[in-house]
């Protein structure tokens, strides 16, 4: 019963994927602009504080543009993966202050939001859709009706 297989996005999951990477682009860009003008507009003539503003604001638009090209990778992918079986495992991955909840799936770490992770236990039967390069869960749920003991 546990197969993973390659399947391509479906228009709506595209359009989702394209929404998000455009929409996280435009925030970043447009908090950069606003804190770029209002830095050089009343700290020009303290160059200390307007370097220290400026700075910053350049790596979060590299951190921008990281984001746009992760969602953009999977985008133009235009596929992703499907698994349907038993969940072998779960975890929570912890990075500093903030922590993120995941499933092995396979070979694969998939990146599930917090409600999902406490929905479902080992070996409890699923169907997960999940991106191709980024692993983040497009969509899941609890295979019903299959009695683990007849598969093999």
């Known amino acids: 019963m546990n197969e993973i297989t390659i399947e391509n996005l479906t228009q709506k999951e595209l359009k989702n994927l394209k929404l998000f990477k ?4 435009i925030v970043y860009s447009v908090v950069i602009v606003v804190s770029i003008i209002v830095t050089i507009l009343y700290y020009n003539k303290n160059t200390e504080i307007m ?3 400026l700075i910053p604001s350049l790596f979060i638009i590299a951190f921008a543009s990281l984001v746009n090209y992760v969602f953009g990778r999977d985008y133009k992918a235009g596929k992703k993966y499907v698994y349907k079986g038993e969940l072998s495992e779960k975890y929570v991955d912890f990075h500093k202050k903030k922590h993120s909840y995941c499933f092995k799936i396979g ?3 998939v990146n599930v939001k ?5 929905a479902y236990e080992p070996n409890d039967l699923i169907e997960i859709h999940f991106t191709y390069y980024s692993k983040n869960c497009i969509f899941l749920e609890a295979l019903a009706g299959i009695n683990p003991d007849m598969t093999s």
């Open 22 to 25: 455009n929409i996280s682009f």
């Open 51 to 53: 370097w220290g503003t």
């Open 107 to 109: 070979e694969h770490n």
């Open 114 to 118: 917090a409600y999902q992770y406490q």
